[in-house]
């Protein structure tokens, strides 16, 4: 099936009612803020103009409110929403809501959906999302989960450190990975929990002083300390949470891409307004070679990336897991928005350091991005070892193949040279 990069004419439609939204009404208070996003009352300013500009919660599904739009649709939208570090948080697409509306209405049942997914997808909660531990507990590698969820009577009780969790200052409730089967180290073995933030087992700790500032809620420790909750509170099956994390952090990872890929594209805007102004040695700095390739560079990392995730995107419309084409997309659109938003920086001189536009604060939002969703290097080190795999398996079976037909030649070379020779010739033929 061909790869169809025309956007469905409704979700073009609501893609340029995003983009004026976020033009005429985000970026004047982004900009007023510095790119921080501030308190839960512009949180709530945001998505109250959202709504009236018929652009809130595209992803969720119609009975919860939204537009229900797919990956490929949130691919176009969501970058449109992303020109703005405000734009997410207006169209409750930020992470990580976004992600636990998409993980909940996945694996949630019918009264877990009422109860948290509901208020989520309305903006009237936020959530968090507890995965990571401070060494040596789950961080690139997840099996090194060692916050426990142990049976008690009536349900469970969770025991362990997060850190790192972001939107856990204020958020209603927690997703909770959490060991119920064997030691860390160990594969699988990990069930996820809803958590409400007012249980008295679940401590809210420091705020973790970090480069970007612009993800509500902030990063912050989590502690869980004789967490009591129910059989209710288990999301999907025991022992399925790295199966129901993959339901996440797939389409999560190609989310955030969407999200920065607008920023690049912002910064590079800004540079170009720049370059096309600013006169250097008789000439506009646009026309001067070293400018220029600069801003061909922003336009190639640009497209690339907007290529890369919307083939990811459309395997994932498929049903299918696209672990190679999300890690694939993931490091080169966290690399080339990094590329783009320095090169835009360097462009604009001074004036790209200074508090006057927003480039400095764009470069420091969007180097975190190297490292969550899974850092460059594990996503490096997961597609080689696919392709290697690949390539021992068509090797092994090659091999098995040349077994196979020396072992046919001689069964046919017998009297009756039917039977064991003609099982073995297909499979070395393949
Ligand atoms: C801004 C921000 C927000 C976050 N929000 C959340 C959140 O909401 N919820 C949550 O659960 N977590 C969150 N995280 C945590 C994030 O998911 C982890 O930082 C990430 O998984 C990496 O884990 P780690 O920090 O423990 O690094 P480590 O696992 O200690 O890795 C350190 C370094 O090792 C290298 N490395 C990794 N794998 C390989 C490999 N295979 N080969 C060679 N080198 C390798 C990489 O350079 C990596 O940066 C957030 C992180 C940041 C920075």
Redesign the pocket.
């Known amino acids: 099936m061909a790869v169809d990069f025309e956007p469905d004419p409704l979700v073009a439609e609501l893609a340029a009612r995003t983009a004026r939204f976020v033009r005429e009404e985000v970026i004047p208070i982004e900009v007023a803020n510095d790119g921080v996003a501030g308190s839960e009352q512009v949180r709530r300013e945001l998505q109250a103009g959202a709504r009236a500009a018929g652009v809130f919660a595209p992803h969720a599904a119609e009975e919860f409110g939204g537009h229900g739009l797919d990956m490929r649709g949130r691919a176009t939208v969501f970058e449109e929403a992303g020109y703005s570090l405000l734009g997410p948080i207006a169209l409750n697409i930020a992470a990580?809501d976004e992600g636990n509306v998409h993980m909940l209405e996945q694996i949630a049942s019918d009264e877990q959906k009422a109860r948290y997914l509901a208020p989520l997808a309305a903006g009237d909660v936020r959530s968090?999302?507890?995965?990571?531990e401070p060494?040596p507990g789950a961080?690139?590698?997840p099996d090194a989960l060692s916050t426990t969820a142990t049976r008690v009577p009536g349900g469970w009780r969770i025991d362990g450190r997060?850190w790192?969790?972001?939107g856990a200052d204020g958020a209603g409730f927690a997703i909770v990975m959490a060991r119920t089967a064997g030691v860390p180290g160990d594969r699988g073995g990990a069930t996820m929990f809803l958590v409400d933030a007012d249980n008295p087992g679940m401590r809210i700790g420091r705020h973790i002083p970090?480069l970007?500032e612009s993800l509500h809620g902030g990063?912050l420790e989590v502690t869980f300390d004789d967490c009591r909750i129910g059989d209710d509170a288990v999301l999907g099956e025991v022992d399925q949470g790295y199966r129901y994390a993959q339901v996440r952090l797939g389409p999560a990872r190609m989310t955030h891409c969407m999200r920065w890929l607008g920023i690049a594209r912002r910064a590079q805007d800004i540079a170009v307004a720049h370059a096309s102004r600013r006169r250097l040695f008789g000439s506009r700095l646009g026309d001067l070679g070293m400018a220029q390739a600069m801003i061909a560079d922003n336009e190639i990392d640009v497209s690339a990336a907007r290529g890369l995730i919307l083939r990811a995107c459309w395997e994932l419309d498929r049903g299918r897991h696209a672990g190679t084409e999300v890690s694939v997309a993931k490091v080169f659109t966290a690399e080339a928005v990094w590329r783009v938003v320095d090169r835009s920086l360097q462009l604009c001189g001074s004036l790209g350091v200074s508090g006057d536009v927003l480039l400095g604060r764009f470069l420091r939002e969007v180097r975190?991005f190297r490292?969550?969703?899974?850092?460059s290097?594990?996503h490096r080190?997961s597609i080689a070892r696919r392709v290697v795999g690949r390539a021992a398996a068509a090797a092994d079976s090659a091999a098995d193949a040349a077994v196979d037909s020396a072992v046919g030649a001689t069964v046919n070379g017998t009297a009756n040279g039917t039977a064991a020779g003609g099982t073995a010739g297909p499979a070395g033929a393949r």
Do not use: L, N, Q, V
């Not at 968090?128 to 990571?132: E, G, K, P, S």
């Open positions: 990580p968090c999302f507890a995965m990571t060494a961080g690139s590698d997060k790192f969790i972001t970090t970007d990063h975190p490292i969550y969703d899974g850092p290097e594990t080190w």
